[in-house]
């Protein structure tokens, strides 16, 4: 089962994705000022630094930091 979203915040990679896009946002935390997400168990937080590298909203491997 692909990784495809933070489950605590609801809001999928895809969604951030087009987010940072449209904002131009380049980091984790610039994104997190448009729209919260991984505040709890910030699980989502390595994906998401992924996603802003590459470009990729879904993940077969496990990433650990």
Known sequence: MP???????QVTFAA????AS?????S???????RPFGLSCKLC????????KDGRTEFS???IE
């Open 16 to 19: 951030l994705k087009k987010l």
């Open 3 to 9: 990784v495809t979203q933070c489950i605590c915040s």
């Open 61 to 63: 491997e496990t990433i």
């Open 28 to 34: 984790i935390e610039d994104l997190q000022k448009i």
């Open 45 to 52: 937080i390595p994906y998401i630094r992924q996603m802003l």
């Open 22 to 26: 449209e904002k131009n946002a380049k």
